[in-house]
């Protein structure tokens, strides 16, 4: 497989909600999203497509704000591998997290924009190969001083290799 191609698409019902500061369900004019208020938390899981030929991956973020038209916004991602006898599923082991950087969003609620975060192969996908389960955990964070306003509006992640 040639680098770039997706690998996944996560949507927003495919979110496993954490036990605490969990993102929230909804729609807009239809459309599933899930809601992310800052420190708000999903987490998706698959297993990482046999065809990945073991280069790093990007996630691409989907979203739009509920309400805000101004400032910016930070998310972070973290991989975990549950791969064959990697992980015991009684704790969590991802990985550190990479972030996005500070993102100017939208100037109109509701449209969409794309936020890109890049992992390296190995240590930042907690060494996941292709056949193997592993958990992506998306994260909005704190911007100091510059918050954008309202939820965060995840409308799909998608996995690619880069």
Do not use: W
């Not at 680098?3 to 949507?11: A, K, R, V, W």
């Not at 999903?42 to 990007?58: E, H, K, M, Q, W």
């Not at 400032?71 to 015991?88: F, M, P, W």
Request: hydrophobic share 40%; glycine share 10%.
């Amino acid at each position: 497989m040639a680098s770039g191609n997706s690998l996944l698409i996560f949507t927003p019902q495919c979110n496993e909600a954490p036990d605490s500061n969990n993102a929230t369900l909804d729609k807009r004019n239809g459309h599933p999203v899930l809601d992310f208020a800052i420190n708000e938390i999903g987490i998706f899981s698959d297993v990482l497509p046999r065809i990945y030929s073991n280069g790093g991956i990007t996630a691409y973020v989907h979203y739009a704000m509920t309400s805000a038209e101004v400032n910016d916004i930070k998310v972070e991602a973290y991989i975990e591998r549950i791969g064959d006898q990697q992980q015991d599923l009684d704790a969590d082991g991802f990985a550190a997290a990479q972030n996005s950087g500070d993102i100017t969003v939208p100037g109109t609620s509701g449209l969409v924009d794309i936020i890109s975060i890049a992992f390296a192969n190995g240590a930042q996908m907690d060494n996941v190969v292709g056949g193997e389960g592993f958990r992506l955990k998306v994260r909005r964070i704190a911007v100091a001083g510059t918050d954008a306003t309202g939820d965060l509006e995840i409308r799909f992640v998608e996995i690619k290799e880069t």
